[in-house]
């Protein structure tokens, strides 16, 4: 059963979430004080604050089934050493009391915390493996998104949260969920523009049935020819309004200061060609009729609009060495080679990341506060964010000076919940 309050700050208990309450718990955690306890409450204390991180949703039932006394571990050997001898020198003065040299001696190992292996076994759980590959800001949320079918596991749906996870299983998630997991929120704001751009879309979606239903208008028959001036006249009203917002984007990218101040010199090759494709679009709109009614003053404006842009970006007339130009088209508004990429660069980032406010999460997408203290992968996932999945390697196991599945508590703690559940078995 869910916890009324998860992050209550009285009775701190650690979750596996990102939220900025359980942030607080984790910087003024302090391990249990056991003076005063019998070892059956330390245990029981011990279990009771770890299974509150380790797999929260699963029933205690089903993770002493779960529970295993084999701890998985590896202990690395010196190859050179394992080389140059046989082990005869371990024999050669036994008995004898002959040391070896103090620069022979081997070093020894840091120790393995074992006892940090003990819910391992819940690593393969398929919510807490996109938790771990940061997909999702909690286990909970993890949970939400293979049960409404998001998540994708060796490329089949799989709709089940416990689903164990063997190596070499590839899992994958839809990348609006993640962007929406690990995005920041919406303000006030942008939450009333999102409702009104519904809104909007909504009673777009409603005026051509409305249309199509009323009495007054005349039902088309075969022998009427089509409506082709009222086609022509949406697709150039559709046009229009793609290159106006584009271009749009384009100077609100341009006139903030950390946009422009962020633009690098590599990109910098591809701004001369946006401005021919867009002057062979106003072209094609003189010559075809892309806009048969308004192509005159929708060249006008987005010339307008373009020559903004370039004196804004203040740059001077100058060609490509390799490219061919007309002298007549060298005017004021010609882009140098150094900065040929200014404008392309705006516009990618606008394409990749464009403001849409129907999107649930804020936009520009920017990650989430509070995220950078649980940016990590696990040695035992390989992460890919571009495609948002990634491959269950192999099970994590301990190694001298470290055990692979993250835990914030201490090796005492998760011995005592280690004996706590070896007694169950």
């Not at 839809?174 to 909007?200: C, N, W």
């Not at 980032?349 to 995220?371: C, G, L, Q």
Request: aromatic share 8%; glycine share 4%.
């Amino acid at each position: 059963m869910r916890a009324k309050r998860p992050y209550c700050l009285k009775r701190p208990k650690l979750r596996q979430s990102w939220n900025k309450h359980n942030l607080y718990n984790l910087s003024r955690a302090e391990p249990p004080n056991i003076t005063s306890r019998t070892f059956f409450q330390q245990k029981w204390s011990a279990k009771s604050t770890a299974r509150a991180y380790h797999g929260e949703t699963v029933k205690e039932k089903h993770w002493q089934r779960m529970f295993r006394r084999r701890l998985r571990s590896v202990i690395p050997m010196d190859h050179n050493q394992l080389a140059r001898s046989d082990g005869y020198e371990q024999a050669e003065g036994r008995g004898s009391g002959l040391e070896p040299h103090p620069d022979n001696k081997p070093r020894p190992f840091p120790k393995t915390p074992y006892m940090n292996m003990t819910f391992a076994p819940l690593e393969r759980r398929l919510d807490t493996a996109i938790f771990r590959a940061m997909f999702a800001s909690s286990t909970r949320q993890a949970r939400q998104f293979v049960v409404h079918g998001d998540v994708k596991v060796n490329g089949k749906q799989m709709i089940y949260p416990g689903y164990l996870l063997n190596p070499g299983d590839m899992f994958q998630v839809e990348p609006e969920r993640v962007m929406f997991a690990t995005g920041a929120s919406k303000d006030a704001g942008e939450r009333r523009a999102g409702r009104k751009a519904r809104q909007k879309l909504q009673t777009s979606a409603t005026k051509p049935q409305d249309s199509l239903s009323s009495e007054s208008d005349p039902v088309p028959t075969i022998e009427d020819p089509p409506p082709t001036a009222a086609v022509e006249e949406r697709s150039s009203d559709d046009t229009k309004e793609t290159l106006q917002s584009l271009l749009s984007q384009a100077r609100s990218l341009l006139t903030t200061p950390s946009s422009a101040s962020n633009l690098s010199g590599k990109r910098k090759q591809d701004l001369r060609a946006f401005q021919r494709l867009l002057k062979s679009i106003l072209s094609r709109s003189r010559g075809q009729g892309i806009f048969p009614q308004q192509s005159t003053t929708l060249t006008d404006s987005l010339d307008a609009q373009l020559q903004e842009l370039t004196q804004k970006l203040n740059l001077n007339p100058a060609p490509l060495p390799d490219e061919k130009v007309d002298p007549r088209d060298l005017g004021p508004e010609t882009l140098t080679p150094e900065n040929s990429s200014l404008l392309r660069k705006a516009l990618t980032e606008a394409r990749e990341n464009p403001i849409d406010v129907t999107k649930p999460y804020a936009t520009p997408w920017r990650p989430r506060p509070y995220m950078s203290a649980f940016a990590f992968i696990p040695r035992y996932l390989e992460v890919h964010h571009r495609i948002c999945s990634a491959v269950y390697l192999r099970h994590p196991v301990a190694r001298p000076g470290l055990a692979e599945v993250p835990t914030p508590f201490g090796n005492d703690v998760n011995a005592l919940s280690f004996n706590w559940y070896l007694r169950r078995r």
